[in-house]
């Protein structure tokens, strides 16, 4: 799911760079440094995760994991999208660069959302971890292909058919998304909870 | 129409050799010949004398070939177009080097993040 160069007018374009860009600013304020080698190594999952393709009749979709970066990087997860989607158009041809900011607001705002939704939803103990990771990564897939929608509305297409289409076509992608991040998170629980801001004590408990 | 085309040349070497010299003779000769040459690949059907029936089915042939012909070469066109679509494909599909290449990009640019932080813990600690 990325937008490609030329489909979007100048003005959208331009505004959705400007968005951006204070967003990655903010990111990047609020990024800590100890967390930086856990958020590069999302960034390069991200980064990665836009080639797993998963098939779907005549054509295929690829994993997006916006929900699951944002659940594990909080605020940092813009800036890890942003430099994942920079390096994507760049070096797979995946978006533009001229389409750059659209595409990071398209997965990035869903990214911010899913780590602040898993945050108020997650209560103690692992299933409830689980499902409140597989909610919200659930939930940051189909806002990103909702945010796909509105962005195309601008280029001048009929939001309810796109939407159709891309919810129809992402709503595979978007159970799978929340199974990995149920599995993901349920995972880490058990091997590194200091990953999902869970103190050892908390667990003993 | 060889043998009429014989007998034409014969008639007109007669006429000839008695009224110009053998030099020219030989020269009206050869452009005689040419010119019935000519007609023969030209008018062929006019010249092998086929009725109009004849003549229209054998068009007939000939423009069945020609597109029997056509369609097999679109065939292979087709083929080729889809071959070359495929090997598009194949060449847009990032490799192993695009992927690895990406991955130490960013873990390059998070270290010198991380550097650059550490630079000003140490001058922060002295």
Known sequence: MHISDGVLPISVTLGSYAISMVAAAWSVRKTRAENLPKTAVMTS???????VHVPLGPTSVHLLLPGLIGIMLGPSAFLSIFLGLFLQSILFQFGGLTSLGANAIMMGFPALLAGWTFNILKRKG???HILAGAFSGGLATALATLALALLLVSAGEDFTAVGKLAFAAHLPVICIEAIISGCTISFLYKVRPAFLNISPTVLEK | MIIVAFGEISMLKKINLSKTSKRQNIAGITLVFLLLSFLCCTSHTFASGLSEPEAEDQCGQVAAMLNSQKN???LELRLIKREIAVLKESISKPGITEIIG???YILGLFGIGYYIHARSLM???K
């Open chain 1, 45 to 51: 999952a991200f980064f990665v995760a836009s080639l």
């Open chain 1, 126 to 128: 692992r299933t409830a």
């Open chain 2, 72 to 74: 097999e070469i679109s």
């Open chain 2, 102 to 104: 990406g991955i130490g």
């Open chain 2, 123 to 125: 001058a922060a600690k």
